[in-house]
């Protein structure tokens, strides 16, 4: 079964210091990995994600992310954050089958200090 | 193009009652797929249609639990009796019928709680 652990459960960072959220990944064969931000009051939305390829993605919102299959890794950064990227994040695994149902990790909390 | 709506935002009822939580996905998405979120603990898938059909349900925590998808368009996901466990917030997520991997797109959620 596949599982998702993000270690941080809050991080807080400066506005315009670099961010570098956490994630690692178990799964039998290569996943496709995702980014999803969750601002206050509102519903996930999907920042990026890895399906096969080049294994430095971009997303939205200035968010990259790099799938490190050695490390079974996909960790989401930013070099420079806005006090708008105060969110959690959720890094999510889907199995390459007829389902592909996602596996999330249990988020990470990022707080922006002014 | 709309996104995935999700009614009510927010139901707040008694250990006991019956609510139902509906879900409208993205117009053309063949897949819908439920998940829940308890406090503290991760988001957790519950089940995922095709059209009407149940693909998946494996998730879901018990028999107080029934989803529909009638005519393929919108799902109803029925928690009766709903106990204190199941507070929390419950998520729908669409996508299309995957040629190659479509991602899901969530809904604002709806926020139960059970008192």
């Known amino acids: 079964a596949q599982s998702v652990t993000q270690p941080d459960i809050h991080i807080t960072v400066s506005e315009g210091a670099s961010l570098e959220l956490r994630c690692n990944y178990s799964?039998?064969?290569?996943?496709?990995l995702f980014w999803y931000v969750q601002s206050p009051g509102q519903g996930l939305q999907l920042l990026l994600k890895y399906f096969s390829g080049d294994t430095l993605v971009q997303g939205i919102k200035g968010f990259e992310a790099e799938f490190k299959r050695s490390q079974s890794s996909f960790n989401l950064r930013k070099p420079s954050v806005h006090w708008s990227d105060a969110a959690e994040y959720f890094c999510a695994v889907g199995a390459r089958n007829a389902g592909n149902m996602l596996t999330f990790g249990g988020g990470t909390r990022l707080m922006v200090k002014p | 193009e709309a996104g995935v709506t999700q009614f009510p935002s927010h139901s707040v009822i008694e250990k006991g009652q019956t609510v139902t939580l509906r879900c409208d996905p993205i117009s053309g998405h063949d897949n819908l797929y439920w998940y829940r979120r308890v406090m503290g603990k991760e988001i957790k898938f519950l089940l995922h249609?095709?059209?009407?059909?149940?693909?998946?349900e494996s998730g879901m925590p018990n028999n107080r639990f029934l989803a529909e998808r009638t005519g393929g368009t919108y799902s109803t996901l029925k928690v009766q009796p709903a106990e204190l466990e199941d507070s929390g917030v419950y998520f729908c997520a669409s996508s299309q019928a995957p040629r190659n991997y479509q991602p899901q797109h969530f809904g604002d959620g709806t926020r139960l709680s059970i008192l």
């Open positions: 249609f095709v059209k009407e059909s149940k693909q998946d």
């Open positions: 799964y039998g064969a290569t996943p496709y």
